[in-house]
């Protein structure tokens, strides 16, 4: 029988297998941040261990770093004093790191892509959820916990239990005004946050073969949110046009021997998947959520659902706890909602693209009064393009404010935090209690629906803007 | 790590699904480099409210928490299991775990167990009607046992057989280090490095 893209990335990744024992992966690519390495580095110093593979490690800051005043001394000791122990570890143990102020410093998950790093067919790891991001380009990349970085830094390996597999076919083509975001929201709320447990899913079909390689990241992304382990998508053309170039792709020679391998990356036609899910493109409409899950979401033109349509009584029950916390009553229409902050960044949606199509919808227009947006540019490359672009002057000329790289408001752990009470319409990917500060009520919405809803202070998509104009031809 | 063989303790009912890790550990939080100091961060925000289960005195010194379907969805931080093991759980019974977090708890000895619903909310009546109620949860046999209450459960048995002996997974990952050595000398060249270039 034929294997599918994940198994084949698997098998090739079998350093030991035993029966009975979880196989013993190799790993070719560990991405580090602040967060949730220090506990690690502190293990191998324990056990007097070295870094085994610091060519397949890179380490970069994001989750604490402010976006204002880099310049001066982070002002949060404690954050302050986890970035410098990221600093010490790195320098001990001779791993490269991209430090706030360096012109590759981002969020890792934007940063990996963009050296070139992440490839089609390789294993990529990171103590961070959305590693998933890295399976756009066919690779089996997932999030690990701290000892598990541990390991891997001892090891180059993991043991891992298998994977089932799961296929997320989305076919014809997605409506104009529809994006990745709005797909995989779409997906979440179709399989629910459990629904991809113990699955690697495999996203396919005309509609994911058309999204470009940023689209696709932010699909893969969000793979966590259903629950899933990771998720991957074939590598082909787009992909390989979108690594030519990159520092660390693969050159001459070496690059024909790379695609001719990374061709064979493709489910096979008699493959079976554990499971599979098939969605219409066409029925997709632009998505944002209500609730306190990424599942909990609905197309923007319908209202606030009433926990009483859900059959299962702790789907009720989490719908009733989430409309409390959210302060939004059942049957109010979506639209209506009225927003304080906008939130444009992350590793979701946080790439040049995200950012043009948020500025093309702001472009001549300015924020709704009260309203205060950031754009938090996922990298300094993203940041330096959006600016070769003057992308930065279309958000600071409508009034939003333009920031440093890094996690931001995704979730809070440096300055940009929303007040209790407050409400934003976000492009990142989590929408849990207090996630984006103590009390922050959050809509996950795509970069258009974040600035139409900035410029009318209520969730909205561009179509809603009346003297829209007819989009360039994109 | 430390071994796990059997438990007995009191149940601290917490009636919510979906709880995400950052819910039982807030962000904030994640700022510290060590390991330990994390129970007073263990579901901050709910402890804000006097009626929230860990507020209520009959439930204090609770070593089993008893959650609802989906618990520890959300961020891999595996400082959710350390404030969870801080604040003194030694297991946690659900219907249904996260992956990373089912792996960070095995991994750190807090043994998370997946029974039923219904079992689940049989242990929620128990202890709701009477506190001191115990449950003992063993690892050798495979039950989890209270009043009125004997179920198996299975778990993946090298899992069991690493806790059951405390073993640390780096120790026995590099007695293959040959098998590695072999595996990283067939590499193809194509590979990213991340050497500066
Ligand atoms: S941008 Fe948000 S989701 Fe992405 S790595 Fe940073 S904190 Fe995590």
Redesign the interface.
Same mark, same amino acid.
């Given at each position: 029988m034929g294997r599918t893209l994940a198994e084949k990335v698997w098998d090739d990744h079998v350093v030991r297998r035993v029966e009975g024992e979880p196989d013993l992966l190799f790993i070719d690519l560990h991405l580090l941040h602040e967060v949730t390495s220090p506990q690690a580095f502190d293990g191998l110093r324990k056990a007097g261990r070295a870094v085994r593979r610091t060519d397949l490690t890179i380490a970069t800051e994001d989750h604490n770093t402010p976006t204002l005043a880099i310049d001066k001394p982070i002002a949060d000791p404690v954050s302050r004093t986890q970035l410098e122990t990221l600093r010490k570890n790195c320098a001990d143990f001779g791993v490269r790191l991209h430090p706030l102020g360096d012109v590759e410093q981002g969020v890792v998950h934007v940063v990996g892509p963009q050296l070139g790093l992440t490839q089609p067919g390789t294993t990529v790891v990171c103590g961070d959820s959305h590693t998933s991001t890295h399976g756009a380009f066919g690779a089996l990349a997932f999030g690990i916990g701290t000892s598990q970085v541990e390991h891997v830094l001892a090891t180059q390996t993991l043991p891992m239990a298998p994977f089932r597999t799961m296929a997320v076919t989305v076919n014809g083509e997605l409506p104009a005004d529809v994006t990745a975001k709005d797909l995989i929201l779409a997906v979440i709320a179709r399989i629910g946050t459990g629904g991809g447990q113990g699955y690697v899913i495999e996203y396919r079909g005309e509609a994911i073969e058309k999204l470009s390689m940023e689209a696709r990241m932010t699909v893969c992304n969000m793979s966590i949110e259903a629950g899933a382990r990771a998720g991957m998508i074939a590598p082909d053309d787009t992909t390989f046009a979108y690594l030519a170039g990159r520092p660390h792709a693969p050159r001459d020679a070496e690059w024909d021997e790379a695609v001719a391998y990374w061709r064979t990356l493709r489910t096979d036609a008699d493959a079976r998947f554990d499971h599979e899910v098939v969605i219409d493109a066409a029925g997709l409409a632009p998505f944002v959520t209500w609730g306190t899950n990424p599942g909990q979401g609905a197309p923007l033109s319908q209202s606030v659902p009433a926990p009483g349509s859900f059959s299962d009584p702790s789907a009720q029950l989490a719908a009733e706890q989430a409309l409390e916390y959210m302060g939004l009553s059942a049957g109010q229409p979506l639209r209506e909602v009225a927003v304080d902050t906008v939130f444009v960044g992350s590793c979701t949606n946080g790439r040049i693209e995200d950012l043009r199509s948020a500025a093309e919808v702001l472009r001549g227009r300015s924020l709704a009064s009260g309203v205060r947006m950031l754009v938090v540019p996922g990298s300094v490359r993203v940041a330096l393009q959006a600016v070769e672009e003057g992308l930065d002057k279309v958000f600071t000329e409508a009034g939003a404010e333009w920031r440093h790289a890094g996690c931001s408001m995704c979730l809070g752990m440096n300055p940009d935090q929303l007040a209790p009470g407050e409400r934003s319409a976000s492009t990142s990917n989590r929408n849990f209690e207090g996630r984006q500060g103590k009390g922050g009520r959050t809509h996950l919405v795509s970069p258009q629906v974040a600035a139409a809803t900035a410029v009318l202070g209520h969730l909205a998509s561009p179509a809603d803007l009346s003297d829209v104009p007819e989009p360039a031809g994109v | 790590m430390e071994a796990f063989t059997t438990h007995t303790g009191r149940v601290v009912p917490l /009636?919510?699904?979906?709880v !995400?890790t !950052?819910?039982i550990i807030?962000? #904030?939080w994640?700022?510290? $480099?060590? =390991?330990d100091g994390f129970e007073d961060g263990l579901f901050e925000?709910w402890r804000r409210d006097p009626e929230f289960v860990l507020n209520k005195p009959a439930h204090h010194g609770g070593t089993v928490l008893v959650a609802?379907?989906?618990f520890g969805?959300?961020?891999? =931080? %595996? #400082?959710a $299991?350390w404030a969870l093991q801080n604040y003194g759980f030694k297991a946690v019974l659900s219907s249904?775990f996260? !992956?990373?977090f089912r792996?960070?708890s095995l991994?750190?000895g807090l043994l998370t167990v997946v029974l039923p619903?219904p079992v689940i909310e049989r242990l929620w009546e128990l202890s709701e009607t009477d506190p001191a109620t115990e449950v003992t949860v063993d690892l050798v046999t495979r039950t989890v046992t209270a009043p009125g209450v004997a179920e198996e459960f299975t778990l @993946? %048995?090298?899992a069991r057989w690493r806790l059951l002996e405390g073993l640390d @997974?780096?120790s026995?990952? *590099?007695q293959?280090e040959s #098998?590695?050595a072999e595996? %990283?000398a067939a =590499?193809?060249?194509? *590979?990213?490095?991340?050497? /500066? $270039?």
């Open positions: - | /009636r919510r699904s979906n !995400d !950052d819910q807030p962000a #904030h994640l700022k510290k $480099v060590t =390991r925000a609802g379907p989906d969805t959300g961020s891999s =931080r %595996e #400082h $299991v249904r996260a !992956d990373i792996g960070n991994k750190n619903q @993946d %048995e090298n @997974d780096i026995l990952t *590099l293959n #098998h590695i595996f %990283e =590499r193809p060249s194509f *590979l990213p490095r991340t050497l /500066r $270039v």
